[in-house]
């Protein structure tokens, strides 16, 4: 998707505004689902607990309700993983963001690895909901690996890689170079979504230069009304 950076509106199509905080309350919830509708942001992106609420706040409205599946951490069994991700579907999620487990590709389990992302997007796929496989490029420390992930994930079937949870170890920030080498390593329908210190109009528009068509954070309202964000935002 081409986004023309000097129209609000289009801008805001490309942002899934998130808060997934343990603090947060019923009324942040709502407060925060409100904005997504006021701005039109593709999605509000929350925790699992308040998914029912924010389809009900959220009826109607156009925009979607996005969580996670497995986050921060990915050391939940694939079981474990596929009962959450029929839980979170009876919530009435359209969309979720799962990290596989990053130790299976660094030790060499690649079977294992995938097997488990390819088990996740057939149940998803089959429920209706999309996919996107957050593959924490900071625990990658090469290319290489980064790249056997990107084609790991797209070979699944996901509907969208993306570098990071915005979480973990090193790597956290979004950075031209890693959204380049996701792009060159999917094809569509596969797509590139990005997240991490993504907190600026301009921090955004160099990262859809640079092949991601959509950004999760924090800074979603500052981004679109062209403010600077909070430098800490994910």
């Not at 701005?39 to 929350?46: E, R, V």
């Not at 660094?106 to 997007?121: F, M, S």
């Amino acid at each position: 998707m081409t986004v023309d950076f000097t129209d609000s509106k289009q801008v805001a199509q490309a942002i899934q505004y998130t808060n997934v905080n343990p603090d947060l309350t019923r009324a942040d919830l709502v407060r925060h689902v409100e904005t997504c509708v006021e701005y039109g942001f593709d999605a509000a992106m929350i925790a699992p607990y308040w998914v029912s609420l924010a389809k009900d706040v959220l009826a109607g409205t156009g925009v979607r309700v996005a969580s996670t599946l497995n986050f921060p951490m990915a050391n939940d069994t694939l079981k474990m993983r596929l009962a959450a991700l029929r839980a979170l579907v009876a919530e009435g999620v359209d969309e979720f963001d799962f990290p596989p487990h990053p130790g299976l590709l660094i030790g060499g389990d690649e079977e294992l690895y995938a097997r488990d992302i390819t088990e996740i997007v057939s149940v998803a796929h089959a429920e209706g909901v999309k996919v996107k496989a957050m593959l924490e490029f900071g625990f990658l420390d090469t290319d290489e690996l980064k790249v056997r992930a990107t084609r790991i994930a797209y070979e699944a079937g996901v509907d969208w890689v993306k570098q990071s949870s915005g979480w973990g170890k090193g790597g956290l920030a979004a950075t031209e170079h890693d959204v380049r080498l996701l792009a060159e390593n999917i094809e569509p329908p596969c797509r590139v979504k990005v997240s991490g210190k993504v907190n600026t109009l301009e921090k955004m528009r160099s990262l859809f230069e640079a092949g991601a068509e959509l950004v999760g954070t924090s800074s979603g309202p500052a981004i679109v009304d062209g403010l600077v964000g909070d430098p800490d935002a994910y």
